[in-house]
């Protein structure tokens, strides 16, 4: 096929998280006897460690590249994820944990949420996390990877990790340097464009290389030196709804016992996260510089610490929103250079694993076919806007007094999200749109944990009669709780098998 | 007031799916208002309805037995479409139900067919479905649930006699208590809300009702009462508007699948049950004997306290044979948003958005096959060609082209392997394919294609003809 000459030559500007997942994935999926990968990065340039925290999909990441999960998480110095706690908010003082994995099981084709709703407006007020494997794990501080048999109810559990990012990216270094991506060091002076079309056609170092390509993608950062500075991509700025526009990390010696949940505390403006590792646990605030000066927001996260400082606290700072072209001429951004969404819902990596999967599907020839673009565009977009509206979510249903969050209270939100919320707030109805990330389980877990409660339930949940469904409700519940029993401490668990060097 | 009493107008297969499902799932007292007349509940009056294979989903929620239902009605078994005469060079082709062959690695079937096309082999997607093979061959016992044969990954629909399904569907939702009554609306009273309280009914009675489907197909009894019940025309897009049936009765062992062969003005179907043999001519014009359609949908499937199913709701020209699909995936979405209340507005905002995105979607695989027709010179199917194209199709047609991908939405009623065989029976070749398929090694392609072929023929080998186990199937019952 003479039109469809396929890329064989891939640049990668920027190392760190983003460019060492693009870097280890492509190494696998391509025919590396006849590709060349490159990674230009500098050790001068920071690396800004994008969320340490993870969501389940992860899993899928690692096996395709045939990770063994022991070794890296001993590797990344990394724990086990169960879920997060959100603390105070709705209310200060008020928590609720967000889990992974299913609610309980679906009787009769009809979601079990609604069953549990129907037993709360009867009276019986058990919490609905007592119906999900992995929150009752989290709560006893255990965890046991689910031994296959799908009978079980381990087997229900769901997880994610905690890891150390810059221990992650080194470790897919390794594995994409042993699979032929060549590293080079330094720093990026210019980017060349072809004169005919505006294509990228090489990036010109700072000790004069010139490093051609064919394809190249973006992982410079917040800098976007490709996609925006070069290309003029453009940007959507999301910031009326997620108002906060700087975070400041610091992180903190271990405590015991070793959570196996991320935190997330809502502050008087802001919200602070607490992610519990092997060596170390990570801090940081999320704020909105119109109501908290860098100062105060400061002395707010040394003052919410559990454990002594390790460094400095450092800042950062965004603008939440995206990249209008995640994909334009030749280059595709991934990571912070494509948008930033704060991590509220630890979905940093997961968009640049989604924006790997997606350019392996779509992989271009050298023509670089509009449609194919579109189309990368059009599911990335997609994607982007279904978390915005899951993150917007949290935001709007508090309940807090400070004016940070009366505004947010009264924001207008997105029509998608507000059909969303009007659903679930009737009959606890829910629907997943389009491939979306966030499951039923995800919306149920934040829409009950910030107060909203549906007026009704499913009226098909009448099709079992109640002696009947409150006796299976209270088997799940025992299986779980007996489950949970069953398993090591989440400490244990990781000096058995995996524990870092 | 929560809902108690529902009533369904029209007694065709509609009305009794519907009927039987809601006699299941609720505890809601039910009424269908039998309007008598031929059954054309899905739109058109055929005597032989073609399902796809969602129809045992339907039957799942129905609590029914596809192999009962088989029995019990005369229907048979199929497992895809024979396409004629649609392309240029006047070949047949076939689109089998699922997937066809199996992936290599994480290189989807289509880019490895394309790689070795590309070097000039002739391979055939067909020659590597279960559907097609065993269509091919006459062979078919419905596949073992839970097992690692290759088998259980066919799918099948059914061609069902509409005749004996509908009375075996009214005697089931009779026996759970549905009654029936007697007689058209002719008047609908509303209440101060602006909801249906009552309907007159030419006998004389007067029926009150909590919740109304309308399932009397095009006469559309109820919708087109209501205030604001505007017709969204989709002819632009679907030329076709007449169709001609004749069934006669045969003993013969019926084919697998539905042919559909092009003519000049449209195309005909020949679709056999174990009884019946039904031949459908569906063209541009106007013929006295037949049967007149509209390509579209209501403007409000559901509104207020009325939901349209079936014809009523919606009619797609028969191509792609979806009228009791979305019969089925209507009844789902009702028990998924079923109203607490006779006013249950953002249940119905719902509904009707997830309905129309289903509908356009499937409107749009039907339009696919008169858009990209290889029948140049004859004035109907130039025209087709020339014919507008809504931008979403034009966008999966573009990417298909270009790189063999099928970009799906949210409410499909076809997915990746139906657009795929559909666009490679009307002699569509994507100009690029996926790149990691020049990565490997064509004789490891090549012995993948042989070895996917070897698996599949020799369980279809182990296969009955299906006329053997319908035999079978009688002496057990």
Known sequence: MSDAEPVRNVVIAGGGTAGWMAAAALSRMLPMDITRITLVESDEIGIVGVGEATIPPIKTFNAMLGIDENEFVARTKGSFKLGIEFDGWLREGETYLHPFGAYGQDINGVKFHHFWLKLQQQGFAVPINEFNMSAVAARHFRFAKPNGNAASAESALDYAYHFDAGLYARFLREYAEQRGVVRHEGKIARVEQRDSDGYISALVMEDGAQIDGELFIDCTGFRALLIEQTLKSGYEDWSYWLPCNRAMAVPTARTEPLLPYTRSTARKTGWQWRIPLQHRTGNGLVYCSDYLTDDDAASILTGNLDAEMLADPRPLRFVTGRRKLAWNKNCVALGLSGGFLEPLESTSIHLIQAGISKLLALFPDKNFNARERDEYNRLTALQWEQIRDFLILHYKLNERPEPFWQRCAAMDIPESLQRKIDLFAGRGRLFRYEDELFSDTNWTAVMIGQGLVPSGYDPLTDSVPDARMKQMLAQMGQSFRQAADRMPSHTEYITQHCLGA | ?477
């Open chain 2, 1 to 477: 007031m929560p809902i108690e009493k529902i009533v369904i107008v029209g007694g065709g297969v509609a009305a009794w799916l519907a009927a039987l499902a809601l006699a299941r799932k609720t505890a809601c007292a039910i009424t269908v208002q039998d309007t008598g007349g031929i059954d054309d509940s899905l739109g058109e009056p055929f005597a032989v309805e073609t399902t796809l294979p969602s129809i045992s989903k339907l039957h799942d929620l129905l609590g029914l037995d596809n192999e009962q239902v088989v029995r019990e009605t005369g229907s048979s078994y199929a497992l895809g479409r024979a396409l004629s005469n649609w392309t240029a060079t006047a070949g047949a082709a076939f689109h089998p139900f699922g997937e066809v062959g199996a992936s290599l690695g994480p290189v989807g079937f289509q880019h490895l067919v394309a790689r070795l096309r590309g070097e000039g082999q002739s391979v055939s997607f067909a020659n590597h479905s279960l559907g097609a093979l065993c269509a091919q061959s006459g062979r078919f016992a419905p596949p073992p649930a839970g097992t690692r044969s290759v088998l259980s990954t066919m799918e099948y629909g059914l061609h069902l006699n509409v005749a004996e399904y509908r009375d075996y569907l009214k005697r089931e939702a009779t026996a759970l208590g549905v009654v029936t009554l007697p007689g058209s609306p002719t008047e609908l009273m509303m209440d101060a809300q602006g909801l249906i309280a009552t309907l007159a009914v030419d006998t004389g009675e007067i029926i009150a009702g909590d919740l109304f489907l309308d399932c009397s197909g095009q006469a559309r009894l109820l919708s087109s009462k209501l205030p604001q019940s505007g017709f969204e025309d989709w002819s632009e897009y679907l030329p076709c508007s007449h169709v001609r049936t004749s069934a006669s009765m045969s003993s013969a062992p019926p084919p697998l699948y539905a042919h559909i062969d092009a003519h000049e003005n449209g195309w005909q179907r020949f679709a056999s049950t174990q009884t019946l043999l039904e031949e459908v001519v569906v063209s541009q014009t106007a013929d006295p004997d037949g049967y007149m359609f509209t390509s579209g949908r209501i403007e409000k499937l559901w509104a207020g306290n009325c939901i349209a199913i079936g014809g009523a709701a919606a009619i797609i020209d028969p191509l792609a044979s979806t009228q009791l699909h979305f019969v089925g995936m209507a009844i789902a979405r009702l028990l998924k948003l079923f109203p607490h209340e006779r006013s249950a507005p953002v249940e119905a905002a719902e509904y009707n958005r997830q309905t129309i995105e289903e509908l356009e979607n499937a409107r749009d695989f039907a339009v696919l096959h008169y858009k990209c027709n290889g029948r140049k010179g004859a004035a109907f199917w130039d025209e087709c060609r020339a014919c507008a194209l809504p931008e979403r199709l034009a966008h999966k047609i573009a990417l298909y082209k270009s790189c063999g991908r099928t970009a799906l939405h949210d409410e499909e009623s076809f997915e990746a392997w139906d657009w795929i065989s559909v666009f490679d029976a009307l002699g569509i070749r994507p100009r690029g394919y996926d790149n990691m398929a020049n990565g490997m090694p064509k004789d490891r392609i090549e012995a993948h294609l042989a070895q996917v072929r070897n698996v599949m023929l020799k369980a279809v080998g182990s296969l009955p003809t299906q006329h053997e186990y319908l035999q079978s199937r009688k002496a057990v019952a």
